[in-house]
């Protein structure tokens, strides 16, 4: 059955290091986010696109943090450099017709 | 603008019943209903538009209360399987389109045999 897949599922690294995580939404959903979440503060929005177009990144520091589409079957997070509040789990969902349905997360623990 | 959901947690006893709760200070154009299990991803539960409506799913139901900007999630008969974080996330505005959620806090619920 179609799923969200995302790699790495896991990734420790050091402060200083760039991550990248990948996601490949479901065939045929042309709306892909990106979701933080933490026990903090919960499940936040970092990013999303439509047809491989940005519309929001406001929940992403513009410092460190990118997002992109090359491709509509692939998706990037990318945190440079990498510090250890950015540990997280991070979620990738694909949606169409809005019912978003979410990948297994990568979590990330930056020492 | 993020949702306020009650209560945070919830214990229950196999096949009693539960409602969870989530409101908004901003208009609403949907509310979402997700499900998570430790460890796991959130599932797709259902989706509330504006005109207070009503949606069941097996034994889990909702409502959509557009003027006071809140939505309740009904568990009857809960089942061990419905264990899990519920997480409410809603699309703020008149227009809806947008698809951007902002998601409460979730409420934790423990079924026990």
């Known amino acids: 059955d179609a799923r969200v897949t995302q790699t790495p599922r896991h990734k420790v690294t050091e402060m200083g290091q760039e991550v990248t995580m990948r996601c490949q939404p479901i065939?045929?959903?042309?709306?892909v986010f990106w979701y933080r979440q933490t026990m903090m503060q919960g499940l936040e929005l970092l990013a999303y696109f439509r047809n491989r177009a940005p519309l929001d990144d406001s929940g992403m520091p513009k410092d460190r943090f990118s997002a992109e589409m090359p491709d509509a079957t692939l998706a990037t997070l990318k945190i440079q450099p990498s510090e250890p509040r950015d540990s997280a789990v991070y979620f990738c969902?694909?949606?169409?017709?809005?019912?978003?349905?979410f990948g297994p997360g990568t979590r990330l623990l930056v020492l | 603008q993020q949702p306020v959901q009650s209560p945070q947690a919830v214990i229950l006893r196999e096949g009693e019943d539960a409602v969870i709760n989530c409101s908004s200070s901003k208009a609403l154009y949907s509310v979402h209903w997700y499900r998570q299990k430790h460890g796991e991803a959130p599932i797709f539960l259902m989706i509330l538009l504006k005109g207070g409506e009503q949606k069941g799913h097996d034994k889990i139901s909702a409502s959509f209360n557009e003027k006071k900007q809140q939505s309740s999630l009904y568990l009857t008969a809960s089942q061990l399987s419905y264990s899990g974080t519920y997480f409410c996330g809603t699309e703020i505005g008149l227009q809806g389109g947008s698809e951007k959620l902002v998601f409460g806090k979730g409420t934790k619920l423990t079924v026990n045999p």
């Open positions: 065939l045929g959903h042309n709306t």
């Open positions: 969902a694909s949606a169409v017709r809005a019912a978003q349905y």
